[in-house]
Nanobody, 125 residues
Framework: VQLQASGGGLVQPGGSLRLSCAAS????????IGWFRQAPGKEREWVLG????????YYTDSVKGRFTISKDNAKNTVYLQMNDLKPEDTAVYYC???????????????????WGQGTLVTVSS
C-alpha cells in the first residue's frame, strides 16, 4: 500500500502547478482523500479534501478559488491543481487517504491511514 506524490517545484508568484498522488495497493475512490502542507517551521496543516461517498470537496479558506482537487479513478490518482500561487503557499505538500473518516475529522492528521512522501512547492520570484 503506497501513495506517491509528485509534481512539486519552483514557481513564480501567480503561477500554477499540478500535484499528483498515485495510489498502489488500494483503490483511492473508496477512500476520503486529503491534501496537507507543512511550511518551514510550522505544523502540518490540512488544505483540502474530497469525501469518499459523494466526491464532495472541501477547502481551507486560504486556498478557496485557487486550488482544486480532482481524481482519475482509472489511473487511481488524485490531483491538486494550484493556481495563482503565493509565497505563503510554499510548503511540502502531502496527500493522504483514509476509509473511516467522517466530516468532523477530515482536517485531522490522525484520521488518515496512508500518507504520501511529500513534494516541495516553492513560490518565489
Amino acid at each position: 500500500v503506497q501513495l506517491q506524490a509528485s509534481g512539486g517545484g519552483l514557481v513564480q508568484p501567480g503561477g500554477s502547478l499540478r500535484l499528483s498522488c498515485a495510489a498502489s495497493g488500494f483503490t483511492l475512490a473508496y477512500t476520503t482523500i486529503g491534501w496537507f502542507r507543512q511550511a518551514p517551521g510550522k505544523e502540518r496543516e490540512w488544505v483540502l479534501g474530497m469525501r469518499r461517498n459523494d466526491g464532495r470537496t472541501y477547502y481551507t479558506d486560504s486556498v478557496k478559488g485557487r486550488f482544486t482537487i480532482s481524481k482519475d479513478n482509472a489511473k487511481n490518482t488524485v490531483y491538486l491543481q494550484m493556481n495563482d500561487l503565493k509565497p505563503e503557499d510554499t510548503a511540502v505538500y502531502y496527500c493522504a487517504s483514509g476509509d473511516r473518516i467522517i466530516m468532523s475529522t477530515m482536517t485531522r492528521l490522525s484520521a488518515y491511514d496512508y500518507w504520501g512522501q511529500g513534494t516541495l512547492v516553492t513560490v518565489s520570484s
